[in-house]
């Protein structure tokens, strides 16, 4: 394995001024950076990253830190973690997955005082998130994928979800559908403060009420087994429904399920929305699910590409904040609502057979959880 020696003996160098060529550490001109990167071909040499970081003291890492549980990484997730390895990827960073959630405070702050990360770019962000100040206490460079409810001081990319929730009821309000249920994420994801199921909350109120109509939220568990209980508490609790908007991928099949199971039609009878979803996941249905398309790979780009303005001292010391909404892609899933007919007597049958889902406060057709920032 050729050596840093092998290629200064190679360009005709000195040892220090291959380091300098990898480092920047020092100004070299163009013909002797152009010899070492010659010679460094030639000899297929790869230098040691953690030498590099200790001589330029920065470790070219950045980490991007999210919560993992035994699911994995679905389709739309994955899309953040690509556009944000892109991005590390074509400045000469790398990008490692630091499995934290918002209870690890221990396990980030001893990653952090380790001082293997350059900086950080932190997902799945809650309204109230303890890991934000626990990076900014070690003086790790942040930029969050989502948003806190105060948002002083921070640089952060995150989805429209105001814009992303009225456009999907527009659509469907549009197609002539009144009766429109939101299912989404678990009543205690909601309590504890996860920013878009808060925020998607909130604006599908306010969307609903827009058009004087009354708002109805479902909770959902994380699962198919949860898209089957939201939906039979849904019809419980509006029988005439004709549409459903839902923002959890693990459990819209239990909703497609729960809907063939009891002899309704989708888009005839029942027009589905899948909200911040990928397109390998939406033409995973049969009919294929319209959907606000997730600007997953654009916001993990983006987030990492701050981060490095930051890390090289590019663009001043301004916070960068931006929102971008998802798309309507219309597919096979929404069509015109359904006249009242006995399919609202079928649909209801059964609904008290079945458990409403875990922690959901079914009196309050919002849903449960604090009101969001």
Same mark, same amino acid.
């Given at each position: 394995?050729?050596?840093?020696?092998?290629?200064?003996?190679?360009?005709?160098?000195?040892?220090?001024?291959?380091?300098?060529? !990898?480092?920047?550490?020092?100004?070299?001109?163009?013909?002797?950076?152009?010899?070492?990167?010659?010679?460094?071909?030639?000899?297929?040499?790869?230098?040691?990253?953690?030498?590099?970081?200790?001589?330029?003291?920065?470790?070219?890492?950045?980490?991007?830190?999210?919560?993992?549980?035994?699911?994995?990484?679905?389709?739309?997730?994955?899309?953040?973690?690509?556009?944000?390895?892109?991005?590390?990827?074509?400045?000469?960073?790398?990008?490692?997955?630091?499995?934290?959630?918002?209870?690890?405070?221990?396990?980030?702050?001893?990653?952090?005082?380790?001082?293997?990360?350059?900086? =950080?770019?932190?997902?799945?962000?809650?309204?109230?998130?303890?890991?934000? =100040?626990?990076?900014?206490? =070690?003086?790790?460079?942040?930029?969050?994928?989502?948003?806190?409810?105060?948002?002083?001081?921070?640089?952060?990319?995150?989805?429209?979800?105001?814009?992303?929730?009225?456009?999907?009821?527009?659509?469907?309000?549009?197609?002539?559908?009144?009766?429109?249920?939101?299912?989404?994420?678990?009543?205690?994801?909601?309590?504890?403060?996860?920013?878009?199921?808060?925020?998607?909350?909130? %604006?599908?109120?306010?969307?609903?009420?827009?058009?004087?109509?009354?708002?109805?939220?479902?909770?959902?568990?994380?699962?198919?087994?949860?898209?089957?209980?939201?939906?039979?508490?849904?019809?419980?609790?509006?029988?005439?429904?004709?549409?459903?908007?839902?923002?959890?991928?693990?459990?819209?099949?239990?909703?497609?399920?729960?809907?063939?199971?009891?002899?309704?039609?989708?888009?005839?009878?029942?027009?589905?929305?899948?909200?911040?979803?990928?397109?390998?996941?939406?033409?995973? %249905?049969?009919?294929?699910?319209?959907?606000?398309?997730?600007?997953?790979? %654009?916001?993990?780009?983006?987030?990492?590409?701050? !981060?490095?303005?930051?890390?090289?001292?590019?663009?001043?010391?301004?916070?960068?904040?931006?929102?971008?909404?998802?798309?309507?892609?219309?597919?096979?899933?929404?069509?015109?609502?359904?006249?009242?007919?006995?399919?609202?007597?079928?649909?209801?049958?059964?609904?008290?057979?079945?458990?409403?889902?875990?922690?959901?406060?079914?009196?309050?057709?919002?849903?449960?959880?604090?009101?969001?920032?």
């Amino acid at each position: 394995m050729a050596t840093m020696h092998d290629v200064a003996r190679l360009a005709r160098v000195s040892v220090s001024t291959v380091s300098y060529v !990898l480092t920047g550490t020092r100004p070299i001109s163009q013909a002797t950076r152009d010899k070492v990167l010659a010679a460094m071909s030639e000899l297929d040499y790869q230098p040691n990253a953690m030498a590099r970081g200790l001589a330029s003291r920065r470790s070219r890492i950045v980490g991007l830190v999210m919560p993992m549980d035994e699911r994995g990484l679905g389709a739309t997730e994955t899309a953040f973690v690509t556009g944000a390895a892109a991005a590390a990827g074509a400045a000469g960073y790398h990008l490692v997955l630091s499995p934290v959630g918002v209870g690890d405070l221990d396990d980030l702050r001893r990653l952090a005082s380790q001082r293997m990360l350059d900086g =950080a770019v932190l997902m799945e962000v809650q309204v109230e998130d303890g890991r934000v =100040a626990a990076l900014q206490e =070690a003086g790790v460079p942040l930029v969050l994928i989502g948003r806190t409810g105060d948002t002083t001081g921070l640089s952060y990319v995150d989805i429209d979800f105001e814009q992303t929730v009225r456009e999907a009821v527009d659509h469907l309000v549009g197609l002539g559908h009144r009766r429109i249920v939101y299912v989404n994420h678990s009543a205690a994801t909601i309590a504890a403060g996860y920013g878009p199921a808060v925020r998607t909350r909130d %604006a599908f109120v306010a969307a609903m009420s827009g058009h004087s109509l009354a708002p109805l939220m479902i909770p959902a568990e994380d699962s198919a087994a949860g898209g089957r209980a939201a939906l039979t508490t849904a019809l419980g609790q509006a029988p005439d429904l004709t549409a459903v908007l839902a923002m959890n991928e693990n459990a819209i099949f239990g909703i497609l399920g729960e809907l063939a199971t009891r002899g309704l039609r989708v888009p005839d009878d029942v027009s589905v929305v899948s909200m911040v979803t990928s397109p390998q996941v939406a033409e995973l %249905a049969t009919p294929a699910l319209t959907a606000m398309t997730s600007p997953g790979s %654009a916001l993990g780009r983006m987030a990492v590409e701050a !981060l490095l303005r930051h890390l090289e001292g590019v663009g001043g010391d301004n916070d960068h904040q931006q929102l971008l909404p998802c798309a309507l892609e219309i597919r096979g899933s929404t069509g015109p609502a359904s006249r009242p007919t006995t399919r609202t007597a079928t649909a209801a049958r059964g609904g008290d057979d079945t458990a409403a889902v875990t922690g959901g406060d079914h009196d309050d057709p919002t849903g449960s959880g604090p009101p969001g920032r």
